[in-house]
């Protein structure tokens, strides 16, 4: 790995810019982790299974058909001369196309479907058509058809709603893992001569200061350094060349050129006319600069300068995912030190309870620290770029309360994105709402192929390993397959979490062997609903932690891992009982929409109160010595837990009586006629 260095980028701008990026402590915390790949991973889970089936047969198909009919691959058979007339759809219906195409391809690693594969090849054949109309490559439907002359956001373009360079990382990251999933090289050398281009066109001076305005791009070429860094001889089946180490240069120079421009326009200009600040880079008054894409991009300073993650929460969060990378492939401590401050900063003072992120619905923007409101914004795209991040922070520090976010956000944030039906789908995810319904499609429909992009790759999430042992992170029934110390080790995982606590595994090595056991204690199971306060609870039950039957008294907790260092036979067992009993959720005090006011979770799962099961919701008071119980009913939603009780109902005249609530998870809202109302937080006396 590369040492730490200092970095001195001088351009002569508006006004003379001078930054330096100069060498931090180490970070010491730092302890790589490997995901056990989805390869080696199967998922045989009573709460998982359905779903993936469902996302798989149902969602997959919903998805690309909408596609079509909205015109989405007409624009590729325009691109290539097969068609007349003008881009059809946001000028980011490429990047969406391409993450769609991932997604899918992880699908298919676990769900084969020849006709979905085969529906992909001809789709991907599109694709290469429209590239190969162009000289240089450039495949870029929109900028091609509408605007010829403002590639890369260049010559007048504006990038911010172009999205060349995001669309262009899309496509490397579906070439990335379509090889993956099936080991055909079409798509991968389509985005990998795409990258070539990238790397030819930007880059330090004399090549283009260009940065993505809409971050993914970042992981992107990291993921595609990574391909082939591992697989040199993958090369060669190519037709075209490929120097990796460019691919990584070009990533790093993303990132580390975030507010190196002009200074303009500033972020009062930005905030205050927007087509004020479009005119004027239209115009090019930036001269051999480039403008600035201020807050909303994370472009108003270096990102080693950045103390607080602000703007565009999916730009963010995106932005925040390709530094984790980058940080775990270069071993820089500068880049490994923002990702951290930043997360902090993210994840300890602006996240809802439910994993959502983005207050406002201007700009899809973060709010200050601890504003919070219950009618927040809280895109889906947003949701899951946060879980991004903390994969790659978990994969990065080996830390288990990345995995407790990324739990929090996989089981509320992200899974409310869908319907249990499938085919209908939520933009934002606010946590009070008032006849609020999800849509069959939507003119940004940029949450669908994120989402299949996410939940497609969770099975890679549940584990993960570094040399000397094995890390459980997330409790879903399934086998894997991972190598520690040269042994290959089975683990099978039996649970019915999440209405369960009971996580039962079992160990089968190839060689009876000496190694470790993570498990991991997620934070809310010992009342510490989040690392830095944000969120508490009165959880306090007794979590039990049992090798081949016998419990241990006290285990050795390490960066919230259970830690079993043993010699482990095939057989060998361990068991963890984690409490799932109701328990009331308190906001810090700084976030003010939520004083005086209680929210509900079961484990991992965030509850909220639907007005179709509570007419009376509006008065609804939660006392707090009033019991709260678990009711498990199999014919609701495929079987879900309710939580019931009883709270106080206040009236216009006498005293509050008490009445019976029944509150469902999150996710499951408005999935029945009459839903759409809802409220998470509510009033506590």
């Known amino acids: 790995m590369r040492q730490s260095k200092f970095k001195i980028g001088i351009n002569i701008l508006c006004g003379m810019v001078l930054w330096i990026n100069s060498v931090v402590p180490a970070a010491t915390e730092n302890h790589l ?108 439907t929109y900028t091609q058809l509408d605007e010829p002359n403002h590639r890369w956001g260049l010559n007048g373009g504006y990038e911010r709603w172009q999205h060349d360079v995001y669309n262009a990382g899309a496509l490397v990251e579906a070439g990335v893992h379509y090889y993956r999933a099936t ?58 060349a490929v120097n990796e180490r460019r691919y990584l240069d070009l990533a790093e120079f993303w990132l580390e050129n975030r507010g190196n421009h002009c200074g303009k326009p500033t972020e009062q200009q930005w905030n205050e006319d927007e087509p004020g600040c479009q005119s004027w880079i239209r115009s090019q008054q930036y001269g051999d600069s480039r403008p600035s ?86 895109e889906t795209c947003a949701a899951i770029g946060a879980g991004f991040y903390h994969h790659n922070m978990n994969l990065l520090f080996g830390d288990a309360k990345y995995v407790d976010e990324l739990e929090r956000v996989l089981y509320n944030g992200v899974l409310n994105g869908v319907s249990l039906s499938g085919n209908q789908y939520y933009y934002q995810n606010p946590l009070s709402t008032k006849n609020y319904h999800r849509w069959a499609w939507h003119g940004c429909p940029c949450c669908p192929p994120m989402f299949l992009k996410f939940i497609s790759a969770m099975p890679g999430y549940i584990y993960a390993h570094d040399n000397d042992g094995l890390y459980i992170n997330l409790f879903v029934g399934s086998q894997a397959e991972c190598s520690i110390k040269d042994n290959l080790v089975t683990v099978r995982q039996k649970t019915d979490y999440p209405w369960k606590g009971a996580i039962s595994l079992t160990l089968e090595p190839k060689e009876d062997a000496e190694f470790a056991v993570h498990i991991r204690i997620p934070g809310w199971a010992n009342g510490v609903e989040n690392p830095s306060g944000l969120y ?74 639907e007005q179709l099961d509570n007419p009376n919701m509006t008065s609804l008071a939660l006392g707090t010595d009033l019991s709260l119980q678990l009711d498990y009913q199999s014919g609701l939603f495929g079987g879900i837990n309710l939580i019931k009780g009883r709270a106080f109902s206040r009236q216009q005249t006498g005293p509050a009586k008490e009445v019976e609530f029944t509150a469902i998870p999150f996710f499951c809202q408005d999935n029945r006629e009459g839903g759409g109302t809802i409220e998470v937080w509510l009033p506590e006396r």
């Not at 809409?214 to 697989?231: G, I, M, R, T, W």
Request: hydrophobic share 40%; charged share 25%.
């Open 183 to 240: 080991g055909k090289v079409k798509l991968l050398e389509v985005a990998v001569r795409m990258a070539n281009l990238m790397c030819d066109v930007m880059g330090p001076s004399p090549k283009k200061n260009i940065v993505p305005s809409h971050s993914l791009p970042e992981e992107a070429l990291v993921k595609l350094y990574v391909l082939f860094h591992e697989n040199p001889a993958l090369k060669g089946k190519l037709s075209v």
């Open 293 to 378: 894409w201020g807050p909303y991009a994370q472009d108003h300073k270096s990102i080693f300068q950045q103390e607080t993650l602000e703007g565009h929460a999916v730009r963010a969060t995106l932005m925040c995912t390709g530094l984790t990378a980058a940080a775990r492939v270069n071993g820089r401590d500068d880049y490994t030190a923002a990702a951290k401050r930043l997360w902090d900063n993210m994840a300890g003072k602006r996240m809802h309870i439910t994993g959502g992120m983005g207050a406002f619905a201007h700009d899809e923007k973060f709010g200050a620290d601890y504003v919070l409101p219950n009618d927040a914004y809280l």
């Open 536 to 609: 508490k609870s009165d959880l306090k039950s007794k979590i039990t932690l049992k090798v081949n039957g016998k419990e241990i008294e006290s285990p050795r907790i390490t960066k919230g891992y259970a830690s079993i260092q043993r010699l482990w036979k095939k057989g060998d067992t361990i068991e963890l009982e984690l409490p799932v009993a109701p328990r009331r959720i308190y906001a810090h005090p700084e976030v003010k929409a939520d004083n005086g006011k209680v929210a509900l979770q079961s484990g991992p799962l965030v509850y909220c109160f």
């Open 33 to 140: 982790l490997h995901p056990v790949s989805i390869q080696s991973v199967t998922i045989e889970d009573a709460f998982w299974s359905p779903r993936l089936n469902t996302w798989s047969q149902v969602t997959v198909p919903d998805v690309l058909n909408k596609f079509e009919n909205g015109g989405a691959f007409r624009n590729f058979d325009r691109a290539a001369g097969l068609l007349e007339g003008k881009h059809e759809g946001p000028p980011w219906h490429d990047g969406l196309i391409y993450e769609t195409i991932l997604g899918i391809s992880d699908f298919l690693v676990y769900h084969p479907d020849k006709e979905i594969e085969n529906r992909l090849d001809q789709y991907i054949e599109r694709i290469a058509a429209a590239q190969a109309k162009d000289p240089d490559g450039y495949v870029m």
